[in-house]
């Protein structure tokens, strides 16, 4: 039986800084409530009329799912209405949104970038989608407006980072700088325990996530990689497994090694992911659990963003494996 909850956790984590206000506890809160009532209205997306599209399309000109503005505006207003957070960037919204406090001022530190449902195109289905968020501090002074540089910082300035699989169990996984540790929801009762304490990649795997599809439209390397996995040799051919939710590829690569590759292709030319609330947090995630995180040649974390949506082929997972890619594309 699992004892400790994820509030408790956080508790015990904000005692080791004698100074700290409660602001990140109070965040962390927030996106827990939110992950819970997104996850109920996914349980019962068939039941209720929340499924197909919503008749839009977002910044990225994707048609939105109904349960894609569901998951956005639950998880706005779970900050929002706390007054706990300076700003938040989504992918759902074409430009950052500013929060301002009762008075009109903003003392809170934080700012917030998210995916509210990642893999959209799985829900229909249903299969497992995630919420990605990553947390900054902010860099402009409390008490005034937050801008546009506040939300183009480098993924080596996150705080803290995580994601919610909504899967056939619950969890929350988080990193605050300090490891990986991954939470299961009891849904009898709504509360995150501490299922997965310090959670790291093996060191390699057998098996890669890619959109094989694409194939044609990919760099020599990648291709060459591709071929690679599948020749039969020592633990090869490795095990192809592609749900195309970045949240749940990644958790499965996670636990049991692998590698998830979105390089470019002549079709998306900078990737599909957008570096601030996908690449970002997953890659913050995966450098803290002993794995790599590239576009092919640079570390994601250090990237310098230039826009808020902006994309970047994404490579994660396993060190070894992670290499073995580099020294793929080294060679084209
Ligand atoms: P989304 O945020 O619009 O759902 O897009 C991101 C998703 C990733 O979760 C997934 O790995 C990828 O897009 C799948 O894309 P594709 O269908 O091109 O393979
Ligand atoms: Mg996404």
Redesign the pocket.
Known sequence: MKTLTLDEFIIEREKQFPYSTGEFSQLLNSIKLAAKIVNHEINRAGLVDILGKAGDTNV?G?DQKKLDVFANETFKQALVSRDIVCGILS?EDEDFIPVTGLDGGNKNNYILSM?P?????NIDVSVSVGTIFSIHRRISPIGSPVNKTDFLQPGNQQVAAGYIIYGTSTMMVLTMGNGVNGFTLNPAIGTFYLSNPGMTFPETGTTYSV?EG?YRDFPRGIKDYIKYCQREEGDRPYTSR?I????S?FHRNLIQGGIYL?PESTKYKQG??RLQY?ANPIAFLTEQAKGKATDGSRRILDIQPDELHQRIPFICGSPRMVEKVEEFLGRT
């Open positions: 990225q994707e992918e995916d449902l990642d893999g959209s195109s959109n694409y592609y195309g939710s970045l949240v590829d979105y599909k992911l996908e």
